[in-house]
């Protein structure tokens, strides 16, 4: 991107993305646990482009006093999505009644690969569609003329971690750290949580999920409205402080109100990814696509802090325990909506 620019980053990413989806398809016909991970490597690479090269480019267009509420009603379509995939996708997907480990056993050889496969076959056409779709917005994109905002710096020779010497955009990698770890950690072990704590079924349990993504989905498109009358850093700070409360409820209630309070968090947690983002790179000039690099490095938390969550509850015997985990995440956020984000140097490079 420093050398080419952001729309080639995003072209870059949504091309990824659309040959991972295509993937599936001989994924799906070799059967093989090792190409569908493949597959997902190629889309989660283009995701990452993407969104990398996605979000300082909103930000940049238009308005720095209304970036954070720019970037938030973008991402207000990935919370639709999140409530509309899982439910669309789940009805082409998801067979009614699958057949377990004792019937697949029961089954001769080539009756047992004939069921394997048309289960697996499955995913082609939705994939096949998605890839369709990211190829026409591809398209589209290359022949919209948008501009594409380049940086005046030497050569692009500087480091990425260079960026780090901005504090708040080193507050901001931190903080979406433990963001992404929170999020992670609340919607991956929802349905779980339901039937420990709230002792429903599994079945009801999804119902219950499927109200989280549209809380979700509804806290993005509310925070976007009320920053209009609320500064971003503010805002964050009072939906952290909600999620912090519904975080404490959740470890020392019981029932379904402890249900209640996860899905309350989903809807508080919403504006975070973005509104972190968006005050990290804000007015680091020829440092944002670095910056932006690096806070979509810190996703990682997604990936090692969940494990800590039920590492907790296992030794406690309780997973409401284990909630302990998103509550400091919050925590995090929360220092950095009322300290971390403040910042006083100013970009020397100037964007064109």
């Known amino acids: 991107m420093k050398r080419y620019g952001y729309k080639t980053g995003i072209l870059i990413g949504l091309s990824l993305f659309a040959a991972g989806c295509f993937l599936?398809?001989?994924?799906?016909?070799?059967?093989?646990?090792?190409?569908?991970?493949?597959?997902?490597f190629i889309v989660a690479c283009g995701l990452t482009i993407l969104e990398t090269a996605a979000n300082p480019y909103a930000t940049l267009l238009g308005s720095p006093e209304t970036s954070t509420q720019r970037l938030?009603?973008?991402?207000?379509?990935n919370g639709l999505a999140a409530f509309l995939a899982p439910v669309i996708g789940g009805k082409i997907i998801l067979a009614d009644s699958p057949l377990d480990d004792t019937a697949l056993k029961a089954m001769s050889e080539q009756a047992r690969n004939t069921y394997?496969?048309?289960?697996?076959?499955?995913?082609?056409?939705?994939?096949?569609?998605?890839?369709?779709?990211?190829?026409?917005v591809a398209i589209i994109f290359f022949f919209t003329k948008l501009p594409d905002?380049?940086?005046?710096?030497?050569?692009?020779?500087?480091?990425v971690f260079a960026a780090l010497k901005h504090k708040h955009l080193s507050w901001a990698v931190v903080a979406q750290f433990f963001y992404v770890g929170?999020?992670?950690?609340?919607?991956?072990?929802?349905?779980?949580?339901?039937?420990?704590?709230?002792?429903?079924?599994?079945?009801?349990?999804?119902w219950y999920s499927g109200a989280a993504g549209l809380a979700f989905m509804m806290g993005r498109f509310a925070g976007t409205a009320i920053m209009k009358y609320v500064q971003p850093p503010k805002l964050l700070a009072i939906y952290a402080v909600a999620c912090i409360v519904l975080s404490l409820v959740t470890i020392l209630g019981s029932g379904i109100i402890t249900l209640y309070a996860v899905i309350g968090i989903a809807f508080f947690m919403s504006i975070m990814f973005p509104t972190i983002f968006a005050l990290g790179v804000k007015d680091i000039g020829a440092d944002t696509k670095s910056g932006s690099?690096?806070?979509?490095?810190?996703?990682?938390?997604?990936?090692i802090l969940p494990p800590l969550l039920?590492?907790?509850?296992?030794?406690?015997?309780?997973?409401?325990?284990?909630y302990v985990v998103p509550l400091i995440c919050f925590a995090v956020v929360l220092l950095f909506a009322w300290k971390g984000h403040q910042h006083t140097e100013t970009a020397t490079e100037v964007l064109h």
């Not at 938030?72 to 379509?77: D, G, K, P, Y």
């Not at 690099?293 to 990936?303: D, K, N, P, Q, R």
């Open 24 to 40: 599936f398809v001989p994924a799906a016909n070799t059967m093989q646990y090792a190409f569908f991970l493949g597959a997902l």
């Open 72 to 77: 938030n009603f973008a991402q207000s379509f």
């Open 116 to 136: 394997l496969l048309s289960e697996t076959s499955t995913v082609k056409l939705p994939y096949i569609i998605l890839g369709l779709v990211i190829l026409i």
């Open 149 to 159: 905002i380049t940086d005046k710096e030497e050569g692009g020779k500087r480091s």
């Open 182 to 206: 929170a999020q992670v950690c609340v919607t991956s072990f929802l349905v779980l949580f339901a039937t420990k704590a709230a002792g429903i079924s599994e079945k009801d349990a999804s």
């Open 293 to 303: 690099s690096l806070i979509i490095m810190s996703i990682v938390g997604g990936a």
């Open 310 to 322: 039920g590492y907790i509850s296992d030794k406690t015997g309780s997973i409401q325990y284990g």
